[in-house]
């Protein structure tokens, strides 16, 4: 079962994980690191950036591999994950922009009409992570509808990096980013699949508010099922699951998740 931690607000939940990913790229001067855009992790990525000023530690050598991009969008779209990623992460990080790679990279905005060379890139994708010895710890957003990434209800839970349809609640949820404007929000995308998510060593899924309440309770308490695909984070043997009130406040179980949070070994970190 994934551990559920339950926090005031994001910048507790930011903290958490700025703590432990300082302390794994301690240890681990080269460590690989899965990065999702998106509102939900904007506050774990100011608190590590803050740790990491505060107490001088070395990034030059940290790799990144985002989770996914649209396509048909150019790099240098300010909504392009790839623009997203480095103004977010990168940038306030002073992480080595030439290790941090995003799954559109290599298309630079091609056509979703130049097949084949959209085709080869998720399994391209794939063997880049592999190369790099695996992701260390992958952060993770959850949809409205339960999707990780952009793998959306219904995805396999083997899946490796591929080209995805976008869900008609994901555009909408996303127009914010457009101007409000759903005409303005890619109809297609390039995600990692549910089972590349599944190969990182950790996984850090964060959710904050009531709006992400319904899918936290099919996520953590429902079965493993394709139609939720955040579920999938059952089946992992190190998952941790961060949350406000509002967004844990369908959980049946929350006073067990409290308990077993509150009486951690200190040593075992998250």
Same mark, same amino acid.
């Given at each position: 079962m994934a551990e559920v931690i339950i926090v005031k607000d994001q910048e507790e939940a930011g903290q958490i994980y700025g703590r432990a990913v300082a302390d794994l790229i301690k240890s681990k001067p080269d460590a690989v690191l899965g990065l999702a855009t998106g509102s939900s992790p904007l506050a774990a990525y100011r608190a590590l950036a803050r740790i990491v000023r505060d107490e001088s530690i070395d990034v030059s050598r940290v790799r990144g591999f985002a989770l996914d991009e649209y396509l048909g969008l150019p790099l240098d779209h300010p909504q392009s994950y790839h623009s997203t990623i480095h103004r977010t992460v990168v940038e306030p990080l002073g992480l080595d922009p030439e290790k941090v790679h995003v799954p559109g990279d290599i298309l630079d905005g091609a056509p979703l009409e130049? $097949?084949?060379?959209i085709a080869l890139a998720g399994p391209a994708y794939d063997r880049a992570i592999e190369a790099a010895g695996g992701i260390d710890v992958q952060i993770l957003g959850i949809g409205t509808d339960g999707h990780i990434g952009f793998n959306e209800p219904g995805s396999s839970l083997a899946s490796g990096t591929r080209v995805k349809t976008l869900a008609e609640q +994901?555009? #909408?949820?996303?127009?914010? =980013? =457009? %101007? %409000? %404007? #759903?005409?303005?929000?890619? +109809?297609?995308? #390039? +995600?990692? $699949?549910i089972g590349t998510v599944l190969k990182a060593r950790h996984l850090v899924l964060l959710a904050f508010g009531s709006g992400k309440a319904e899918a936290i309770e099919e996520t953590v308490e429902g079965g493993v099922s394709a139609f939720c695909p955040a579920s999938a984070l059952q089946l992992h043997p190190h998952a941790t699951i961060i949350v406000d009130e509002e967004a844990a406040s369908r959980l049946r179980h929350k006073d067990y998740y409290r308990y077993a949070y509150a009486h951690k070994p200190a040593w075992q970190g998250i």
């Open positions: 130049d $097949g084949e060379r +994901t555009r #909408i949820d996303n127009a914010r =980013f =457009f %101007d %409000d %404007d #759903i005409s303005q929000v890619p +109809t297609h995308c #390039i +995600t990692q $699949g």
